[in-house]
């Protein structure tokens, strides 16, 4: 799915440039890193409450390129620069976390758990 | 190659650089994808329980042609029970760091999961030192 899409979809507001719309394969819906850090494997975009730069490093080091802030969350401004010079993409909804994923999961947009049809 | 980053445990917000500076090294070098990932989550998993449990340490990062070592030193308040640690779900992680998004027990499960060797030195009030081995 292309950001744009998902940008559309849950009429979120792009808060960094995109200079190139690209694809996510999934989606992954979490405030704790941990779990991020542990489970997500691909090309993912994640949606979370969360609002700090550990979210940002988190992503950086699993290579997760688009972030979803819900529940109206707003990144402060470093924290944006922090992701631009990553090179992630920022998106902010107002929609809460599980509807969020439902909306993209509705679209297309499957966990990768689901994707890969791990043991479950 | 052995690189050297100091990891300053004042500012848990910004805990992480090490690791992804050293993750830069690593793509720099050439070193596959997966080998990086993989030397990214622990070392970066080490750096935060480094921030979050001991006010920051020491990294060390020894790049070989067969491996990657990473060793992480502080001198913390050491872990009493390393059973205890090393179990999925078990923290003793702040409040603070709670809301940072961590102190959810993964951090060792997570470092023993993608290294291929970890080995922890700790001694109650002198400090922990962590050694990852990574194969390429």
């Known amino acids: 799915m292309k950001i744009t899409e998902v940008q559309e979809i849950l009429h979120a507001q792009l808060v960094t440039d995109l200079v190139e719309d690209f694809d996510v394969e999934f989606g992954y819906g979490c405030d704790l890193m941990s779990d991020v850090l542990a489970f997500v494997q691909h090309n993912d975009i994640l949606l979370t409450g969360l609002v700090n730069p550990q ?19 707003v990144p402060a401004q470093e924290l944006i620069e922090i992701a631009t010079s990553a090179g992630i993409t920022l998106l902010c909804t107002e929609y809460s976390l599980y509807t969020s994923c439902g909306l993209l999961y509705q679209h297309g947009l499957l966990g990768e758990e689901i994707g890969h049809d791990f043991s479950l | ?35 990086i990932r993989r030397v990214s989550i622990a070392m970066y998993e080490g750096e935060i329980n480094m921030v979050i449990h001991a006010n920051g340490g020491d990294i060390r990062c020894e790049v070989e042609t067969d491996k990657i070592r990473v060793v992480l030193a502080d001198q913390g308040p050491g872990i009493p029970n390393l059973e205890l640690a090393m179990q999925a779900g078990w923290s003793t992680a702040s409040q603070e760091a709670r809301e940072l998004g961590f102190g959810a027990g993964m951090g060792f499960p997570n470092m023993k999961k993608y290294s291929d060797a970890l080995d922890v030195q700790t001694e109650v009030g002198v400090g922990t030192t962590l050694t990852l081995d990574f194969l390429i």
């Open chain 1, 55 to 73: 979210v940002i490093r988190t992503c950086e080091v699993v290579d997760i390129h688009a972030i979803v802030f819900v529940r109206g969350k």
């Open chain 2, 1 to 35: 190659m052995t690189f050297h980053y100091n990891v300053d445990g004042g500012y848990p917000e910004m805990a992480g650089r090490a690791s992804t500076k050293f993750k830069s090294v690593l793509k720099d070098l050439g070193v596959a994808p997966s080998v």
